[in-house]
């Protein structure tokens, strides 16, 4: 299933959520410019490597934990960007109305660090980069879940020659969502391999619950009444 709008109005204009979306279309444009060697190395100099992030390398180079910010600003391709931002996109805009602009530039970027955290912890021998916004949009995701669970999403359906677009509660398509993510997440953990970072997802999701929570500016139970 894949989302494409929400039902849930917004009061303000989500600035700062706009802003991201084009930062990370504008990053990922840039590094289609470069050849393969130099995007590697582009890869490698601002993603985060967990095998460094928790070694004592990483520990004499206090500059490196900004990578953590970075890394949340790029993708390894265009689905992966096109996913990332489609989900940022239809979500992260009533998350920026609640919180307020700067609230929420804190929000996403302390749910992209808990997202490293947690994926890093999972996989800190690994040598491969850990990079993308997934783990701060799941951050929003978790939030969104516990704003507004019976907004309504206008989700694309499909299953084999069948689709349909549908409206789904938002607590009906982002549970399957983080369910998946734990499921997948097992499963990368039995079979060993690697290359979603699943556990990124669990910890944004999470972190997000977290922070709405203390970040809040009004009674959060008056909206889920």
């Known amino acids: 299933m894949i989302p494409l709008k929400d039902d849930n109005p917004t009061r303000t204009v989500p600035y700062v959520n706009y ?3 084009a930062l ?60 990332n931002m489609l989900f940022l996109w239809v979500f992260g805009d009533n998350i920026e109305d609640y919180l307020g602009h700067a609230r929420y530039i804190l929000f996403y970027l302390l749910c992209g660090t808990a997202s490293v955290v947690a994926q890093g912890v999972m996989s800190s021998g690994s040598d491969l980069p850990m990079l993308g916004a ?42 399957l969502w983080i369910v998946l993510q734990f499921i997948n997440g097992f499963f990368s953990i039995s079979s060993g391999v690697g290359g979603v970072a699943w556990f990124a997802h669990i910890g944004g999701f999470f972190s997000g619950v977290v922070l709405i929570l203390l970040l809040k500016r009004r009674n959060i139970y008056s909206r889920l009444a």
């Not at 410019?33 to 130099?38: D, F, G, I, R």
């Not at 694309?156 to 549908?166: A, E, G, L, S």
Request: net charge positive.
């Open 19 to 21: 802003g991201i979306i």
């Open 24 to 83: 990370n279309v504008l990053i990922f444009g840039y590094m289609l410019t470069l050849v393969p060697q130099e995007n590697e190395r582009f890869v490698q100099h601002y993603s985060v490597v967990p095998s460094v992030f928790f070694s004592r390398a990483g520990l004499e180079r206090p500059a490196y934990y900004l990578n953590i910010i970075s890394s949340m600003f790029l993708h390894g391709g265009l689905f992966h960007l096109g996913g």
């Open 134 to 175: 997934s783990g701060a949009i799941s951050g929003v995701l978790g939030a969104y879940i516990l704003l507004y669970p019976r907004a309504g999403v206008w989700t694309f359906f499909f299953f084999i020659f069948f689709f349909q677009v549908i409206k789904v509660p938002a607590v009906f398509i982002l549970g």
